[in-house]
């Protein structure tokens, strides 16, 4: 970085979007590699399937040794290919500290078609109070409810 990035961001550490469902770290490191030293590299998987089976999250991690490396993957001018796959590599931000509004949020996935606010709403103020507010969204693939709550 030249200095000129706000402090929100890592020096050395990108974020990786759009990856493969094929994607493993080792073919993420040997791509990376090209830019600079990779220190580190993360691809997220879900942590809800059993651990032969987890399949990546679309998204992962790499840390550098040198934040110039970075400067050169988000160079704008340069688009990245992965395993077939155009990804989105962006400059990491640092983890916040405190809570933030975001941190309060619920995901509800797998609701019955029938259900309804209110009923969601009703039931988690009973488990654990505190419903500010039911959202429901359509899943545009599956479409299925899907709730946020705050």
Sequence with gaps: MDGSEPEEYEPNKIFVGGLSWNTTEENMRAYFSQF?????????????????????RGFGFVKFEDPAAVDRVVNPQTTHT??????????????????????????????????????VKDYFNTQYGGVVEVVFKMDGKTQRKEVRML
């Design 36 to 56: 600079g030293a990779v220190t580190e590299c993360v691809v997220m998987k879900d942590p809800f399937q059993p651990e032969n089976l987890k399949r990546n």
């Design 82 to 119: 992965l395993d077939e796959k155009t990804i989105d590599p962006k400059r990491a931000q640092k983890k916040s500290q405190g809570v933030k509004d975001t941190d309060k949020k619920v995901f509800i996935g797998g609701l019955a078609s029938t259900t309804t606010e209110e009923q």
